[in-house]
């Protein structure tokens, strides 16, 4: 093959200007001083251990890990019904519907999580951690119908005309026939979804309450008043896990399911 | 009464388009009927609607003297046969196979039984293990008609089967359908647009044309006798002409010559068709059911040249042998034989 090495040079330096930044917080992550600087003049895993011992981390961890896990099953649970239902009913009006669904991911963030804190706090008044729950499911769903929708849309619905016709029943060839097949799909949802509401910082913002806070949130709240290396520590351990659940699905699924 | 029935079944799309119009079909245990159309005739719609997949607006359906027009798909116990296999990716050929007994709760031992059989009836043992996506186009029909016979359907349906495999492995394939469904016994309805392949295969043929049944008849009768113009254009007639009727065996067409033709017509106007093979050249002789034309352009079709010839009744086809060497311009006495001649109703397409 012919190498063409304007091509070469110009993948390099848009690989470079990702990398860069990323490479540079690693490093200060491991800097002695209190203030970020880089390069960094000593060697040092204290900021790592400021960071696991911090319990407004520790709490908003949790609360977030919670949320989304619990948000993205739920958007899960409505999701797959929702996506089948538009997938494979003739109803009027499918692709209005389709486009409403996917609202959420249109309109800015900041918007959503207002018109949430209209609705969910002051109108409503629900309790703080369940209206949370609310707001990330809804910023949830749409991942999951979108992803789940497309694969549906390319598994062969003869294939369900044929189970049905050798004596199963809808429920049963869902759950024995549809299902298996859909599963990179599933996953693909399940991961984009659970990314999405893990790292959303404008619904959370406005959904949070006193001793509820998100990660991200209560990490925002952190760097206002304290700007050492303790921050770097947290995206270099959150890269990690990243690239930790990416290999794990890689050498389950595939990296290319996600794509499909 | 016969076995399977369907009884003035209406379908319509959208409450506008009438689908399928007053469709009456009768088969008799143990037959292979094919319904054979072009596409959008309804063939496949009336395949569905047997199936169980659309309900129709009006009619019923009755098979053994049972209406089971309300019955849905998976309590009628019919095997199905798609254009796209439709096997399920996720199992092996084994439990592809066993699929429908396993609904059926049958004991471990009795599905090993009946599916081993039944790969060995349709020539699959040694896939046993494999995957679909593992196999050929071919390998995989007779998958999925292994698993549509295991159930012991009351019915064999298949849409278009055999469409998506290539030439060769076409043949092989058919023969091997009504080989497997002659020794079952099992009374099958075959959709095709393929006109040979229906013909090779069936007992008898429904041709169908916009929703409606034109004529359902062995295959020899329909090849011989097609009742309307649309069958006759569809099996291979190329030439039409007009006719009024003057009395019994004897025609007018729009110039006033008159034809002989030895079919009849109940109708006083009608339409002769002929194929192209069967036009002759006229011998000295013949007076009667002779055309005037002129040559014009010319087709090599292997066995035989196809020649278009201008006339004052229009425009006709004729194939000749290969020997027979006219060029374009020549004065040929096209010939109509009486009993090739065959007089057909016109129809709305």
Request: hydrophobic share 45%; charged share 20%.
């Amino acid at each position: 093959m012919r190498k063409n090495k304007l091509l070469t040079i110009f993948t390099i330096v848009v690989f470079a200007f990702l990398m860069i930044p990323l490479f540079i917080i690693t490093v200060t992550a491991f800097g002695k001083g209190t203030a970020i600087t880089f390069p960094i003049k000593s060697f040092s895993l204290k900021w790592f251990y400021n960071v696991l011992t911090l319990d407004s981390f520790k709490t908003s961890f949790l609360t977030s890990l919670e949320v989304a896990l619990l948000a993205t099953f739920i958007a899960l649970l409505v999701g797959v019904p929702a996506a089948y239902a538009l997938a494979r009913s003739g109803i009027k009006g499918r692709q209005l519907i389709k486009s409403i669904f996917l609202s959420p991911t249109i309109v800015p963030g900041i918007v959503v999580g207002f018109a949430l804190y209209q609705f969910i706090i002051l109108t409503l008044k629900i309790p703080v951690f369940a209206g949370l729950l609310v707001g990330h499911f809804l910023i949830t769903l749409p991942y999951v119908i979108r992803i789940v929708g497309s694969s549906l849309e390319q598994f062969d619905f003869s294939i369900e005309e044929a189970a049905w016709s050798l004596g199963s029943g809808k429920v049963k060839t869902f759950f024995q026939i549809v299902l298996p097949n859909i599963t990179s799909g599933l996953s693909a949802a399940f991961m984009l979804a659970f990314i999405n509401s893990f790292n959303n910082i404008p619904v959370s913002m406005f959904l949070s309450g006193p001793g509820v806070s998100t990660f991200p949130a209560s990490l925002m709240n952190y760097i206002e008043y304290n700007y050492n290396p303790s921050v770097s520590a947290v995206s270099v351990l959150l890269m990690l896990c990243t690239v930790i659940i990416m290999v794990i699905v890689d050498k389950t699924l595939g990296i290319a399911s996600l794509a499909k | 009464m016969a076995y399977m029935h369907l009884n003035h079944i209406d379908v319509c799309y959208d409450k506008k388009i009438n689908i399928l119009e007053n469709l009456n079909l009768e088969v008799e245990k143990g037959e292979l009927v094919s319904l054979l159309g072009p596409s959008g005739c309804g063939k496949t719609t009336t395949l569905r609607v047997v199936a169980g997949f659309i309900e129709p607006k009006a009619g019923s359906f009755q098979l053994e003297n049972e209406d089971i027009t309300k019955v849905p798909v998976n309590k009628r116990n019919f095997g199905l046969v798609f254009q796209s296999y439709a096997l399920f990716p996720h199992l092996n050929v084994f439990d592809n196979v066993a699929f429908g007994l396993k609904i059926r709760k049958l004991s471990k031992d009795e599905i090993a039984k009946k599916v081993n059989e039944m790969l060995e009836i349709c020539g699959l043992e040694e896939f046993k293990d494999r995957f679909p996506a593992q196999m050929s186009g071919g390998q995989r029909q007779r998958v999925a008609l292994a698993r549509a016979l295991v159930i012991e359907p009351k019915l064999l349906l298949l849409d278009e089967p055999l469409s998506n495999l290539d030439a060769k492995l076409r043949v092989n394939m058919r023969m091997e359908i009504k080989r497997i469904q002659k020794k079952l016994k099992i009374t099958t309805l075959f959709v095709t647009h393929d006109q040979e392949e229906c013909f090779s295969i069936s007992d008898k043929v429904a041709i169908m044309n916009q929703g409606v049944i034109e004529q359902f008849d062995t295959p020899e009768n329909i090849y011989q006798r097609p009742k309307t113009e649309f069958v006759a254009r569809f099996i291979g007639f190329e030439n039409f002409i007009p006719f009024t009727k003057e009395k019994e065996l004897n025609y007018k067409a729009q110039n006033g010559q008159l034809f002989d033709s030895d079919s009849t017509c109940e109708t006083s106007n009608c339409i002769g068709a002929i194929r192209p093979e069967d036009i002759q050249i006229a011998t000295k002789e013949k007076s009667k059911n002779v055309v005037k034309g002129v040559v014009g352009v010319r087709t090599f079709l292997g066995k035989s040249y196809q020649y278009e010839t201008e006339t004052d009744l229009g425009k006709f086809l004729v194939n000749m042998q290969a020997d027979i060497n006219l060029k374009e311009g020549d004065e040929i006495n096209l010939y109509f034989p009486p009993n090739k001649l065959i007089l057909v109703q016109k129809s709305n397409a």
